[in-house]
């Protein structure tokens, strides 16, 4: 019975012999005389692999027990996670909502959060033994997550998800809108988008090369004051403070003190004067 041998591996040997028995716990068998007559040891061995879960402590990669992220703003979400457990036994990730419902089974250490869309979640190790059985929209904390023995980590990682949609953006004058402006009369143009979030949604007016002209924060605006010529007008969606300025290239520049995303598409107006 290996029951309380601890987690390693033993090797079992088969040993014949005439005479006492000389062999005492501690001895290298192949060093010291087995017996005080003849012996011979078994030709072959069976090896036992003693082992137990173990769920230790998880960690991210240097960024702490809780992580905020911005996803769904086209940029990778990567976090890395690594344990500490001292088992052999399989090692796996799983990502729950706030309620402990598995969202995620992971097959490896790192993770990209940027579709996992907004909210709370987290993230635990498990070792097991035996076959899996936990399954996504079952109960970390009151499942069976294996056939036979299993281990939860005894914490969990919390990432916050802010999520932001640039959306697509029409209106319905057209996606090549033709003005004269600089007449007096109004050259007034509504902007619709199809983002379902409560963030903040502005619609940003740049030259042909991406230079912010204007910022509306409403669905409409008068275009006759602006010059001749070209102009984009992309949607964004935020959290946070504006941090870009009329002269300052969009593509190039931090939009949100937080999180943000332009719109996939963009409306050109060609203003005549």
């Keep these: 019975d290996f029951e309380d041998d601890g987690i390693g591996i033993s090797k079992v040997w088969g040993v014949s012999y005439t005479g006492n028995l000389l062999a005492q716990v501690g001895d290298e068998i192949d060093q010291v005389a087995l017996s005080d007559g003849c012996y011979e040891l078994s030709n072959s061995n069976v090896e036992v692999l003693r082992d137990a879960p173990h769920g230790s402590t998880i960690t991210s990669q240097g960024l702490g027990d809780v992580i905020d992220i911005c996803v769904n703003d086209g940029q990778a979400d990567e976090i890395e996670f690594i344990n500490v457990s001292f088992s052999f036994a399989p090692y796996i990730y799983i990502i729950t ?109 740049t030259d042909e090369n991406g230079i912010l002209l204007n910022v509306i924060g409403f669905n409409l605006d008068d275009f006759d004051d602006y010059s001749a010529g070209t102009c984009h007008v992309y949607g964004l969606d935020m959290t946070g403070i504006l941090s870009v300025f009329q002269g300052q290239n969009i593509f190039n520049t931090v939009l949100s003190t937080e999180c943000y995303a332009l719109s996939s598409n963009f409306i050109t107006i060609n203003k005549s004067s």
Aim: with cysteine; proline share 2%.
């Design 97 to 205: 909502d706030e309620n402990d419902e598995i969202i995620e089974i992971m097959n490896s250490s790192l993770y990209d959060f940027e579709a996992a869309g907004g909210g709370v979640c987290r993230v635990w190790g498990l070792s097991y033994t035996g076959h899996l059985t936990a399954q996504v929209g079952g109960n970390l904390t009151t499942d069976q997550l294996s056939d036979d023995c299993f281990d939860l980590s005894n914490n969990f990682i919390e990432i916050n998800k802010t999520e932001v949609d640039g959306s697509t953006i029409f209106s319905p004058s057209g996606s090549v809108i033709d003005i004269c402006v600089g007449d007096g009369s109004p050259d007034l143009i509504g902007f619709f988008n199809n983002n379902n979030l409560s963030n903040s949604y502005r619609y940003l007016i």
